[in-house]
């Protein structure tokens, strides 16, 4: 059984940092690319990054690009996402999810396995 467990959120302030966890089980992690997405409330889920299945290649939105960074251990079959200059506007649900795509990928529909979410709050 696949399992993504993502841990870390929380509520913060305007400028704090954050730092997501994304645990998986279940499936070949080393083979599959990664990515996080958020869902704010009464919106549509959207891509924030994904990194490539060696770590070589990332990928970021640019609502977030220069402010977040996504890495990956594939010894530990984690995937992190260190969020640095929190605004409001980032305040969602996110998700961690695998895809077999071999390059980036922003398409939800690209990924196969999603993990449940965890809630992001920046407060102004």
């Known amino acids: 059984q696949v399992q993504l467990v993502e841990s870390g959120g929380g509520l913060v302030q305007t400028g704090d940092s954050l730092r997501l966890s994304c645990a998986t089980s279940g499936l070949p992690f080393s083979a599959y690319g990664m990515g996080w997405f958020r869902q704010a409330s009464g919106k549509e889920r959207e891509f924030v990054t994904s990194?490539?299945?060696?770590?070589?290649?990332?990928i970021y939105t640019d609502a977030v690009e220069g402010r977040f960074t996504i890495s990956r251990d594939n010894a530990k079959n984690t995937v992190s996402l260190q969020m640095n200059s929190l605004k409001p506007e980032d305040t969602a649900v996110y998700y961690c999810?695998?895809?077999?795509?071999?390059?980036?990928?922003?398409?939800?529909?690209?990924?196969?396995?999603w993990g449940q979410g965890t809630q992001v709050t920046v407060a102004s």
């Open positions: 990194i490539n299945w060696f770590g070589s290649r990332t």
């Open positions: 999810a695998a895809t077999l795509k071999a390059a980036n990928t922003n398409r939800t529909i690209d990924y196969r396995y």
